[in-house]
Structure formats: C-alpha cells, structure tokens
C-alpha cells in the first residue's frame, strides 16, 4: 500500500508543475507580447520550450506511473510539437527505471498462489523491459506447461508494486489541472477537458488489468489471423492473473532500430511503410486498434528468405493493454477524410471534419477551406524531410495566418478521438524515424484509391437496384395498359376523381425518376471518360452528377405539402 505521505507529495508535486508551466506559458505569450515584447518572447522562445520539457523529463522519470506516459505521448507529436520538447522528452520511451525483483516476485508468487520456482522452471531477474506501470521478465514454463501450451520461452509481465494507487492519485491530479485549464475560455470552448480526463482514466484502468490486455492480445490477433505482416504473442493463461500476464517470447529486433535493421539485411524504408500500411487497416477496416505502437511495443522479427535472398520478416505488436475502437459510423466518416486528404480537396476535407464531429454545426467554414486549399496547393505531397528543408519564415507566416483561421472557429475533440489522436500521432513519428524521406501521402493514397472504388461500386449498385426497379415497372406496362383498355370496352371502369390528381402526380414523379436516373449515369460516364484528359472538366461532371442521383434517390421519400 502506498504511504499516503508520498501520495500527498506526489500530488502537490504535479499541480505545482503544471502551475508553473500555465503561468509561465500565459506569462510569455500573452502578456508580454501585447506590452512590446514579441521580439523578446520569440527569441527565447526555444530554451524557454526545452527548460519546460526538461524538468517535465526529470519529474517524469522520479515520479513515474501516468507521467510516463504523458510524457511518451507528447514525445510522438513531431507534427505538432516543437523538437525543443520532442527531442527532450524521446528518451522517455525507454528511460524508465526497473523495479528491484525482490518486491516483484512477492507479488507474482501471492496472485499466481505458489512459489516462482514451481510456477517457472526458469524466470530471470534482470527486467527484459521496464515500463510504466509494470514491468517484464523472461522465464521458461515448466515441461508439464510448455506441454499444453506449446512453447517453452515466455515473458512474464508483472505489475509494479502500488501501480494502483499511484494511477490513483495521478488521475486525481490529472482531473485537478484539467478543471483549471477548463476556466480558460479558449479552452472551454473546444475541448472538454474533464471528459477527456474520464476517457483516459476509463483506459488506464483497463491497463492495469492483465486479464482485460490477454483478452484485447487474442481479439487483436483473431483480426490479423492469416495475415503473414502481423505477429501476436500468445497467452500462457494458467500462468495469467489480474496482476501478472504470461505470453509467449517473440523479442527481436525493435522496429526504431535502424541499425539492427540494416544489419540483418531489412530495409527500414521498408518497414516504415509496412508499418504505415497495417495501422491504417487497424483504424479504417477492422475498427479495432493498437493504441500505444510505441518502439517498445513493437519487433520486426525475421520468418525466413525471399527467393532473392533477402530476409523476410513480420511486424510483431506487444503489449495490448491500451486499444481503441472506432464504431463503423466513425470509421466511415474517418474514411471521408482519408479520401479527402489523399485528393487534396480543402472543402471535402473540411466537410469530413464536420461530419466526423470536430467542428460544431454552427462553424462558418469558408475561411478554413481557403486555408486548406491553400495548404494542399503549396504543402500537398511533400514528405517529413522536405518540409524539414522549407524556408522556417514560410512556415511561420503560413503558420499564424492558419492559427488565427481554426482559434476563430468552434471544434470540439469528440469521443473515441483520444486513442486515435495518440495512434496516429506514434504512426506518424514512427515512420519519419525509420526514413527521414517518407511520405505520408504516398502511404494513404493506395488505400484512398481502394476506398473511391468501393464507393463507386455502392453508388453503382445503387443505381443498378433503381434501374432494375423502374425496368420492372415498364415491363408490366404493356400488360396493363391492355387491362385498362378492356375494362374501358366492357363498361367496367370506374372513375375516382378525387384520385386521379395524387395517381397524375406519381406518373409525373416516376418520369422525373427515369430522366434524372439517365442523365446521372450520362454526366458520371462522361466526366469518367474526359478525366483521364482533363481532370478538372471530368471532376467537374462527375461532381455535378450527384444532384440527379439524389433526386433517383429521394424523390421517392418526399411529398408536396410535407
């Protein structure tokens, strides 16, 4: 049990940071720029960022526990935040302390009910890893259980000694800043801070439950089943309690190892886009995803040779006590902005961010899609590395102009985006690690292609079930206009007048059907075929095809006077 003296302490150690990195933030860039001193704040505007990400660092590594891995988190976000606190904060992923055996075998040996000597044949001392919140050994199962399960090696992952009541006051703390910022206007206004403090606490209490991450490790592995590019560890569970998770040993070479890379004859380009390529199947096709694909969590691992002689390899996940999920009206919308990305659109991008719901319903939008055709037009396509040689000043002036545009603007972070945001975010700086020339948009285009094809196919089976309905309907024409003409013969036709109007109308409605169905697949064909010369007049067309394709669509479903 933690000693509530240090749970105290550690408590008022973490608002007394977070306070003083608040005042001093509003201190430098909001008071003294409005009093003169702009110069002044942009020119001490980089030690000021590494002095705040070093003493976090340091306080990080003493206190551990969640500050691990805020600091991880903020570590990843080279798209975002300035190398000043990125660089300082790296170490982070392997920078935390091991726990000394001693209080880690008492509690492996009182959750698994025996002594390690009769649990293992062989469990070694010195940590394989150490992580924030527990940390792993490598061990040898006994004959009797390497039997049943099939393998011999495994690493035993044990939590660390009060983890819990250490995430405890952790998350106390957490809520007590996120309650300040939220006074902040600006702040309030866009994000719900304690919400966001209610969904990372909602997580790191599953990841202290091994049981919960053994379960999440066979449902992640069942999703890749077959697939040769992904490895999953398998669960030992006589040997797996809340508190400690035995799996099968799949260690190899870590995926930010560039040089254990290079040496066993694997590409690092290589796996940079591999690694690109099996996220964005977790996040866009089975809505079940890796939240913390930091380099400690993942092994290329080598499965044999290419009839070339190169090695071929496999990208192993570990550690599932953080997934996400993205419900398949999410992931449609999240597949929106793929598409919207990969095609440069600024205004479909825009839109797709609304629908996603980032930004409120109430956002007057033109300003940001002329940023964001501004943005693709003179960024679109560029790699990590070539934005890295750009003139800074451009950058900087691009910079404030679009600042200015989205703080005018009410977004909002909604629900299930805090695990996306941190995957994405460790994709991205993953990959521009291994290749400093990746880009990201040669990664997300095949992928956009796949998505406007199947698109295409629904719109086309749309139209091909719509089709074949008003087919139906012409084909029985014939045999009951002869109907209609024989009653009319044998004095057998009566005449509702009162709905006569209401059947003239649904004639009128169908005709309008048919025409707008035909000139939908004129406009799409053509703006098909003239896209391949000219790809403005060809999108253009295809554009304008939708708006008799809604009318086949929902003509159907409205009524004059409704």
């Known amino acids: 049990m933690a000693d509530p003296g240090s749970a105290r302490a550690r408590y008022r150690r973490i608002l007394w940071f977070a306070a003083r990195t608040i005042a001093q933030t509003w201190w430098f860039e909001l008071i003294l720029p409005r009093i003169g001193f702009a110069e002044y704040v942009a020119r001490g505007r980089a030690a000021r960022l590494q002095g705040i990400a070093q003493r976090f660092h340091a306080l990080a590594v003493e206190l551990g526990g969640l500050m691990i891995k805020v600091g991880q988190f903020m570590s990843s976000r080279l798209d975002v935040l300035p190398p ?15 726990v000394d055996f001693g209080p880690i075998r008492e509690l492996a040996e009182a959750e698994l009910g025996i002594p390690l000597e009769r649990a293992f ?21 006994t004959d009797a259980e390497a039997e049943d399960t099939g393998f011999t090696d495994v690493v035993v992952k044990v939590q660390r000694p009060g983890i819990e009541q250490i995430v405890e006051v952790d998350l106390a703390a957490l809520r007590r800043v996120a309650g300040w910022l939220s006074r902040i206007r600006f702040i309030a206004n866009h994000v719900d801070l ?27 592995a069942e999703s890749f089943a077959g697939d040769p590019r992904v490895g999953v560890p ?52 089975h809505g079940y995803f890796h939240a913390d694909p930091h380099p400690g969590n993942i092994f290329v691992t080598q499965t044999g040779a290419r009839p070339d002689g190169s090695p071929e390899w496999r990208l192993t996940f570990v550690d599932f006590g953080m997934m996400g999920e993205v419900p398949d009206e ?13 095609g440069r659109n600024g205004k479909q991008l825009v839109d797709s961010i609304r629908r996603v719901g980032v930004l409120l319903p109430s956002a007057d939008t033109a300003e940001l899609e002329r940023a964001m055709t501004a943005l693709f037009a003179r960024f679109g396509g560029m790699g990590f590395a070539q934005l890295q040689r750009l003139d800074p000043r451009e950058f900087r002036d691009f910079g404030r102009e679009f600042s200015d545009v989205v703080r005018s603007l009410p977004f909002q972070l909604p629900e299930n985006f805090l695990l996306i945001i941190r995957a994405v ?43 074949a309905s008003v087919a139906g309907i012409v084909a029985r024409l014939p045999r009951r206009a002869d109907d209609l003409l024989t009653k009319v013969e044998n004095g057998q036709l009566t005449v509702d007048l009162s709905r006569m109007e209401s059947r003239m109308n649904r004639i009128e409605r169908l005709a309008r059907r048919v025409i707008s169905a035909v000139l939908f697949a004129a406009l ?30 929902f003509a159907g479903f409205w009524r004059p006077g409704r």
């Open 84 to 98: 000043e606190i990125t660089n300082e904060l790296a170490g982070l992923q392997d920078e935390v302390p091991p």
């Open 121 to 141: 044949a062989y469990v070694d001392p010195v940590p394989v890893a150490a992580a924030s919140l527990g940390q792993a050994h490598r061990a040898r199962l």
């Open 194 to 220: 304690p919400r966001l403090i209610e969904e990372f606490t909602h997580v790191s209490l599953q990841e202290i439950d091994y049981l919960h991450e053994a379960q999440n490790a066979e449902r992640f």
């Open 234 to 285: 398998i669960i030992a569970w006589e040997r797996t309690t809340r508190r400690v998770l035995t799996m099968s040993d799949v260690t190899a070479i870590k995926i930010n190892d560039v040089d254990g890379l290079r040496a066993a004859g694997i590409d690092p380009s290589e796996v940079a886009h591999a690694f690109a390529q099996i996220m964005f199947d977790q996040f866009f096709e």
């Open 330 to 342: 999410l992931r449609h919308d999240l597949q929106q902005v793929l598409i919207a990305v990969a």
């Open 425 to 467: 975010s460790l994709t991205s700086g993953m990959c521009s690690s291994l290749d400093p020339e990746f880009n990201m948009w040669d990664a997300v285009e095949p992928y956009a292609d796949k998505l406007l094809r199947e698109e295409r196919g629904n719109v086309m089976g749309a139209v091909a079930r719509e089709a």
């Open 524 to 553: 799409l064909i053509a703006g098909a075929v003239l896209r391949a010369q000219d790809i403005m007049v060809g999108s253009v067309l295809m554009t304008a095809s939708v708006i008799p394709l809604l009318y086949v669509v």
